[in-house]
């Protein structure tokens, strides 16, 4: 059982940069794979970033890569997702998740747990 808290959102102007930090409990965090997700209004969930357990594989979707950093700390227990360059179309809900694998995938339905969300909010 893993439980997740996601901290760090907020409203920013864009432009600007925030980072995002999810805390996990549990001994086991260094075996599962993390992943970002976002949902904005009336939209459907969607895939962010992810890490792998070991954090030597990162993964992004084409709308935030060069923009959105993914990394985690084991030892903490924490994965954080820095986020620069923020643009209005970034505004939503943002969720951390957990998988029991080694490679983390791009599809909510393969994570096994997830925070509460933060929301994230980029003024024009």
């Known amino acids: 059982q893993v439980q997740l808290v996601e901290s760090g959102g907020g409203l920013v102007q864009a432009g600007g940069s925030l980072q995002l930090s999810c805390a996990a409990s549990g001994r086991t965090f260094s075996r599962y794979a993390m992943g970002w997700f976002r949902q904005a209004p009336g939209k459907e969930r969607e895939f962010v970033a992810a890490i792998s357990w070991s954090g030597g594989s990162t993964y992004y979707a084409d709308s935030v890569k060069g923009r959105f950093t993914i990394s985690r700390d084991n030892a903490k227990n924490t994965v954080y997702l820095q986020m620069n360059s923020l643009k209005p179309e970034d505004t939503a809900v943002y969720y951390c998740?957990?998988?029991?694998?080694?490679?983390?995938?791009?599809?909510?339905?393969?994570?096994?747990?997830w925070g509460q969300g933060t929301q994230v909010t980029v003024s024009s």
């Open positions: 998740a957990a998988a029991p694998r080694v490679v983390p995938g791009k599809q909510w339905y393969e994570y096994d747990y």
